[in-house]
């Protein structure tokens, strides 16, 4: 026989939904932390995307010093298949001597130079790296 | 019968042939240097020895004469003591970077070796300080300084830094066997009170190791080998060629020229701090045992040098010759090394 008045007078059911509570903020606070994450790693993803073509920007400016071409300044470069990849390199002198030492004067160049380079990733990331190289080179003779 | 009395008359006497006929050639100047006198903007001159004694300047794009220096009052400016031809022993030097040369080294006939400081700016009769930064002169003469003085700056890991000047020696009159290499040093601002002589300097004695090294210079004795080319040093090491013969080579030309006819060559390696002979030349199994000096395979003009073969450049090396011989264990490293580095994004 039921009674005319049923009352709930049992603890269970707000436990139950104090735990379903909990449950949906935890559930919400690690849906909003992974796409943090997500983000973040996209986003240092691309920096280090733009880093490895700064890097390849040095790369390519020694490789032309090395082949006795003088850099042009600045240049841009194709730095991946996306677009907006690309990477900017500036070459300066920095000193020229001809009296390096441990070489003949006025024979033997040494030459220091600056590099800045700028990856330019997807997105609008941006990674500047400046290198300091050093080169020695014959003085042409007249 | 005249006729026959001359033939027999040179068959007899010394050549004295023609320039030509001995195989002498004349020596273009080959020093350029960037001057600047009072009043006047910089520019490029050629030096020239003059004879007697002294030098000049010509403008090199004009070729007139702008400038000269020598005893006597005829000069732009009197150098007094200078009674020696310099003949074509010259190198000049960049102490700053302001674009004009600094200083010029002149080696002349007699074995001694001048040094002028050139006042970038100076009235042309002040214009040169002329010290003489050494006196080699052989007892009797006749051992002159024929070679351009090599210079170059060297510096310790200890931070000592001075100018290295290597010059060797070649017979001017009758053949002497008492030739040398000098190297010598040469402080990078002011100057000695007094010339170096003989006496201030180390003799090596190899095989025998150098000692600490002799803070005024040191000299390796080469007998009757005689040096007419300039030095080359790379890397701290100091690399000369040498006539392996006692010969007068000088007494077949006229004044102003050199011989050009091929002789025996050898090659030596220095290092330019103390004298230590190259270790690759010292194991060489056709080294002279007594001085470790590396004949070459072929014969060649006495002014061949040790250079710099830029059009045999591979991987950024370009490798050393003497003549047409590829010297093995020489050559300049052309490709640029990295120095430093920063990144400047902070994010």
């Known amino acids: 026989m039921m009674r005319a008045n049923c009352r709930f007078t049992g603890f269970v059911l707000p436990v139950v939904m104090g735990i379903i509570l909990i449950a949906a903020l935890i559930a919400v606070q690690a849906t909003t932390e992974l796409g943090s994450a997500t983000l973040l790693a996209t986003q240092r993803q691309l920096h280090q995307q733009a880093f490895a073509a700064a890097e390849n920007g040095v790369v390519t400016v020694l490789e032309q010093l ?10 841009t470069l194709q730095a991946g298949t996306g677009p907006g990849e690309s990477v900017t390199v500036a070459t300066n002198i920095t000193s020229r001597t001809a009296l390096a030492a441990g070489f003949s004067a006025d024979r033997i160049l040494e030459t220091h130079y600056e590099i800045r380079s700028t990856g330019h990733g997807v997105r609008g990331s941006e990674v500047t790296v400046v290198q300091g190289a050093h080169q020695l080179t014959p003085v042409a003779t007249p | 019968m005249m006729r ?3 033939v027999v008359l040179c068959a007899l006497l010394p050549l004295q042939a023609s320039a030509a006929d001995a195989g002498c050639s004349s020596v273009a100047p080959t020093l350029r240097m960037r001057v600047r006198f009072a009043g006047e903007s910089a520019r490029e001159v050629i030096v020239e020895s003059l004879l007697p004694s002294g030098l000049r ?7 007139e004469q702008i400038w000269s220096g020598g005893p006597g009052t005829a000069h732009t400016q009197q150098i007094a003591g200078m009674d020696s031809s310099l003949g074509t022993s010259f190198a000049a030097v960049h102490l700053d970077a302001d674009g004009v040369h600094d200083r ?9 070796l001048w040094r002028f400081d050139l006042h970038s700016g100076a009235r042309p009769s002040a214009w040169m300080k002329v010290i003489l930064l050494a006196d080699l002169r052989a007892p ?51 100057h000695r009170a007094t010339p170096l002589i003989e006496a201030d300097l180390e003799m090596l004695s190899p095989p025998a190791a150098p000692t600490q090294g002799n803070m005024q210079g040191f000299f390796l004795p080469l007998g009757n080998a005689q040096v007419f080319a300039q030095a080359l040093t790379l890397n701290g090491r100091i690399h000369f060629t040498a006539v392996e013969s006692g010969r007068n080579l000088l007494a077949a030309c006229a004044p102003g020229t050199l011989p050009d006819f091929a002789v025996p060559v050898s090659v030596t390696v ?14 060489d199994t056709h080294a002279n045992a007594a001085n470790l000096r590396r004949p070459l395979a ?13 059009a045999e450049a591979s991987n950024g090396r ?30």
Not at chain 2, 57 to 63: I, M, W
């Open chain 1, 66 to 75: 090395a082949s006795g071409t003088a850099p042009a300044a600045p240049q």
């Open chain 2, 298 to 310: 072929s014969q060649m003009p006495a002014s061949t040098a040790v250079t710099l073969a830029t």
């Open chain 2, 104 to 112: 010029l080294y002149a080696g002349d006939r007699s074995g001694r």
């Open chain 2, 4 to 6: 026959v009395i001359l």
């Open chain 2, 270 to 283: 220095l290092r330019a701090t103390d004298g230590e002979l190259e270790a690759e030349v010292a194991h």
């Open chain 2, 140 to 190: 009797g003469g006749g051992r002159g300084l024929i070679a351009s003085p090599d210079v170059a700056r060297i510096e310790t890991p200890a931070g000592e830094s001075w100018l290295n000047l290597a010059i060797g020696t070649a017979n001017t009159s009758a053949p002497r066997n008492d030739h040398r290499f000098y190297v010598l040093r040469d402080l990078l601002s002011g």
């Open chain 2, 318 to 347: 370009v490798p050393c010759t003497v003549g047409s011989e590829l010297l093995a264990g020489c050559s300049l490293d052309t490709r640029p090394g990295r120095v430093w580095w920063r990144r400047e994004d902070a994010d």
């Open chain 2, 57 to 63: 300047l010509l403008d090199a794009t004009s070729r």
